[in-house]
């Protein structure tokens, strides 16, 4: 029995250090305890450098196989490469390029001219590498050259793939999103 008024003496204690801390934060209001307040931005210098801390913003992602296969031939028997390469593209935007006149706040009206869409990264991890067939004789060099034409590829079929276009769409998308749940009621993007 001791125990449990312990605990309950502890328990108002910690309710009533909660209130007298609420009153404190809040100028000696109770008013609206439990409701949320809105969000304020207070300067457009505030929300650039919020977004340059974004600096690359992935907006899709490409996943593909290339297979490289070179032939020399030789005179009793060819010699053969086969290198197969697992990669990605991303594309986005890199926002750290944004500058002061290109985000204008104007009441709860955000407007932003965002930098073109570009090609991010193509990622191609040396494991992501495999050598399928090797006959004959390879130099490092050449292998090296084909590595870099299977990258070459992979960003040349995901450009081919319409994935530039929809970087561009799904960031829109994305940042409109973002500006409507930070309050704004009008998120225009150019």
Known sequence: M??????????VICIVAVLIGWKFYNNGNFQNIFTSKPITIDKTENVIEEINKLAEFTTATYYQEITINKLKKRTLFDDELVIIVKGKVRAGFDMSTLTEGDVIIENQTIRIKLPPVKILDVITNPSNFETF????????KEVNKYKKEARERLEKNAID???LDLAKKSGVEKLTALFKNLGFA?????
Not at 133 to 140: D, I, L, P, Q, Y
């Open 2 to 11: 001791k125990k449990v008024i312990i605990v309950i003496v502890i328990l």
């Open 133 to 140: 067939v090797e006959s004959g004789k390879w130099s490092f």
């Open 161 to 163: 793939g319409g994935i």
């Open 186 to 190: 009008e998120v225009v993007i150019e």
